[in-house]
């Protein structure tokens, strides 16, 4: 399991620089998280401003 970025996301890019493991990038509409990169550490969660990554 890993966070996850759910449907609030306004793609402001803040977590994929804040991600120490470079797991985090842009896609379709929202960013997404790769689950096979994620450490889980949470620092993305914390610096979301609209709430969107959620813990596994
Ligand atoms: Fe990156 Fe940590 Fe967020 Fe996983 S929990 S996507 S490793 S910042
Ligand atoms: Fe989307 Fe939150 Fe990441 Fe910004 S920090 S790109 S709103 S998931």
Redesign the pocket.
Known sequence: MAYK?EGE????????GTCPVEA?SEGDG??EINPDVCVECGA?AG????G??VAP
């Open positions: 970025i996301c306004i793609s402001c890019g803040t977590c994929a985090i929202k960013y993305c610096n979301c401003p609209v969107a990554i």
